[in-house]
C-alpha cells in the first residue's frame, strides 16, 4: 500500500468532536526535544532561526491537534517570534508549548523554547512565540474546537491575558486593513 493512501484513509472521516465538553490547558501540554547537528548549524556552530521555528510549529501543531482533536489544524499566524539567545551543535533544543486560547476554530499555542548543554547542565531559554491555528474539516474548512476552560487561577490568567492579546491583534488588523484601503485609493 502507498503510504500516502495510509494516510488519506485515516483521515477521511474526521472523528466527531463534543464542542461542549471543554478542556483544560493541562490536557494538551507537549514538550518536543531533539539534539542539534551539524546539519541544524551554520559554520560557527550556531543553530540556525529556521530549525528553531521549524520544531515549533510542528510542536505547537502538536497541542492544537490533541486540542481540537482534529487530523488537520493549519497554521494561519505566528505572533511574535523572539529569539533570545543562541542555541549551538551538541544542545539538547526543548520546545514547551502550552494552549493559551481558544476560539470558535482557532486556537494560540504559546512556546516556549530552551537550549541544555550536556556537559555543564546549563539551560537558556532561547526564544518564545505564540502561534495561532485554525482546525480543519475534511473538506479543509474551519471546524469549531473544545473551549479552554481554566482549572486554577495561574490558568485563567493566561487565558485572559491571551484574550487580551487576541483583542489587541484584532484591532492592529482592522487598524491595518483601513490604511491599505486608503493606500489603494490613493
Do not use: W
Not at 530549525?51 to 489544524?73: G, L, W, Y
Request: net charge neutral.
Amino acid at each position: 500500500m502507498n503510504p500516502f493512501d495510509r494516510i488519506f484513509n485515516r483521515y477521511r472521516n474526521f472523528p466527531d468532536v463534543d464542542v461542549s465538553q471543554g478542556r483544560s490547558i493541562a490536557y494538551s501540554r507537549s514538550t518536543t526535544r531533539r539534539m542539534m547537528e551539524l546539519i541544524d548549524a551554520n559554520g560557527h556552530g550556531n543553530v540556525h532561526g529556521g530549525v528553531i521555528m521549524r520544531m515549533v510549529d510542528e510542536a505547537a501543531a502538536i497541542v492544537a491537534i490533541k486540542h481540537s482533536q482534529s487530523p488537520t489544524v493549519v497554521t494561519a499566524r505566528v505572533e511574535r517570534f523572539d529569539f533570545l539567545a543562541p542555541a549551538f551543535i551538541g544542545d539538547v533544543v526543548s520546545v514547551n508549548c502550552t494552549m493559551h486560547y481558544v476560539g470558535r476554530s482557532s486556537m494560540e499555542v504559546g512556546v516556549e523554547v530552551t537550549a541544555e548543554d550536556l556537559i555543564n547542565r546549563e539551560i537558556r531559554k532561547i526564544a518564545s512565540s505564540y502561534v495561532i491555528y485554525v482546525a480543519l474539516d475534511e473538506n479543509r474548512k474551519p471546524r469549531p474546537v473544545p473551549p479552554l476552560l481554566a482549572e486554577n487561577e495561574e490558568e485563567a490568567k493566561i487565558i485572559e491575558y491571551a484574550r487580551q492579546r487576541r483583542l489587541r491583534r484584532q484591532k492592529i488588523d482592522e487598524e491595518f486593513k483601513q490604511l491599505q484601503e486608503t493606500n489603494d485609493a490613493q
